[in-house]
């Protein structure tokens, strides 16, 4: 819920789990030959710590 708010979440020799933001884009849609426009937006990152890192290695 904390990061559907827009919070970052950060659990101490684990990792921390971000938000970060998308730019706008343009695709496009290859069986109708058109652009679209994809919008900003919001997706969810992961960042592992290092001492979590070390443990698994």
Not at 18 to 43: L, M
Request: charged fraction near 25%; proline fraction near 5%.
């Amino acid at each position: 819920s904390s990061l559907a708010q827009g919070e970052n979440v950060y659990l101490r020799g684990f990792g921390s789990f971000v938000i970060k933001k998308r730019a706008q884009k343009t695709a496009r849609n290859i069986s109708k030959n058109t652009t679209i426009i994809i919008p900003e937006h919001n997706i969810p990152s992961f960042k592992p710590a290092k001492t979590f890192l070390n443990e698994v290695k």
